[in-house]
């Protein structure tokens, strides 16, 4: 149950005529949440101790005490050199009843100092808006429209020791050449296998691709294809593999700056594509920022990250190796256990035999493979393992 109170009521000759608020915490609580210094961006405005303790008829000292009890209930916090005072609760208690409404709040954000304190503010209150709005891309998109232009500004001051190095001062026009040019068409079968079984029926095509080192050297593919043989995502298709990659939500805006980077297809779309790598870099870099903070500088890195772009080539390698290797080792892990002729595969001595046509069944170059019961499949048999420089013992049914 709420209750609204009319801003007008502070400047009421009826009201002023009445005995003041004394100096307490409580009063000052019901003051800081909906006095005269407040702004439309809930809980977030600029004010002085003595400006409030003189609007209040109080003296200064009273005031840093009620202010200290208020304080220390962690029910606001405050940059007092930029005197900023922000109230985390307020937003969820006024929650904005429409887009239009935090559109709104984007003169009274121009009146605020530009402090750390305003930063962690703005990151708690996106989140405490996808809480209430989880479905509401509309408020999501309002928000990050007021908000995000000072986050990005921000970022250097607040991440000092690795964004600068990061961040230079244009945007490219487009990915570097090591990204632009060709790659193979299609993945091994191996890797679309193994994205099978981790449930993903998402395009397994991703970049083949090479090191600086083998590039410098003449060897390898480069990564990406040519304008010329790319497919043009739309806003909405960019969109929806931003979130299917990420789970971020991206404005038109947004959406556009990445389209502009003229990404293919198989960097675009899929479970190894250039919005994942971007994605798991930030995640693994700054592992304490929010959720918020971390789709922030993910922005960020997709469209300046220059390194980033550079290094994602190597990432897809790293990945489709270790996809290839968990295949094999769950394919070996799970051997067979009905021989094509139809009769059941024992182990036997180490060995996996039919039980019908006695041949033997062992895993080599990531599958299973089949040894006939006679004397040139046995003799094949050993040659295999001796170039392996394996011991092997035949069980006895040859």
Same mark, same amino acid.
């Given at each position: ?45 600029? $004010? ?16 840093? /005490? ?27 208690? =006024?929650?904005? $009843? ?11 954000? /121009? ?9 962690? $503010? ?12 989880? &479905? ?8 990050? @429209? ?47 296998? /193994?994205?099978?079984?981790? =449930? ?99 922005? $960020? ?5 220059? &390194? ?13 190796? @270790? ?52 004397? =040139? ?22």
């Amino acid at each position: 149950m709420y209750r609204k109170i009319e801003m007008a009521m502070w400047g009421d000759e009826k009201f002023k005529a009445l005995s003041p608020m004394k100096p307490s915490g409580q009063d000052l609580w019901i003051y800081l949440l909906a006095g005269p210094q407040t702004g439309i961006i809930p809980g977030l405005y600029k $004010a002085g101790h003595a400006a409030m303790a003189e609007e209040l008829g109080w003296e200064l000292e009273a005031f840093e /005490e009620a202010f200290q009890e208020v304080f220390q209930q962690g029910m606001l916090k405050e940059s007092k050199k930029d005197r900023l005072i922000w109230i985390p609760n307020a937003l969820k208690y =006024n929650p904005p $009843a429409s887009p239009n409404v935090i559109k709104s709040w984007a003169n009274s954000l /121009e009146t605020l100092p530009k402090c750390d304190l305003l930063i962690e $503010a703005i990151s708690s209150m996106r989140e405490t808006i996808n809480s209430i709005y989880s &479905n509401g891309i509309g408020y999501q998109n309002a928000f990050d @429209e007021v908000f995000g232009e000072v986050m990005t500004k921000a970022l250097p001051k607040a991440l000092p020791k690795a964004l600068p190095k990061a961040l230079p001062k244009a945007l490219p026009k487009a990915l570097p050449k090591a990204l632009r040019e060709g790659m193979p068409k299609d993945l091994p079968e191996s890797v679309n296998s /193994e994205q099978e079984t981790v =449930n993903s029926n998402r395009d397994q095509n991703s970049y083949s691709s090479s090191s600086e080192k083998s590039k410098s050297s003449g060897g390898g593919n480069n990564v990406v294809q040519k304008a010329q043989n790319t497919t043009t995502f739309s806003v909405s298709d960019i969109q929806e593999e931003v979130k299917a990659a990420t789970g971020y939500l991206v404005d038109d805006k947004i959406a556009k700056r990445f389209q502009g980077l003229n990404l293919c297809p198989e960097a675009t779309a899929g479970p190894l594509s250039f919005y994942a790598y971007a994605k798991e870099v930030v995640e693994t870099k700054y592992p304490s920022k929010s959720q918020h903070e971390h789709r922030t500088i993910f922005i $960020a890195a997709v469209t300046e990250w220059e &390194n980033l772009q550079l290094e994602y080539p190597a990432w897809v390698k790293k990945k489709k190796a @270790e996809l290839e290797k968990a295949r094999q080792t769950e394919a070996k892990q799970t051997h067979p256990k009905t021989c094509d002729c139809g009769g059941e595969i024992n182990a036997i001595t180490g060995k996996f035999v039919c039980e019908n046509c006695k041949a033997i069944w062992y895993f080599s170059e990531g599958e299973w493979n089949k040894l006939d019961h006679d004397k =040139n499949a046995r003799i094949d048999f050993r040659a295999a393992f001796r170039k392996k420089n394996e011991e092997i013992t035949l069980p006895d049914v040859f």
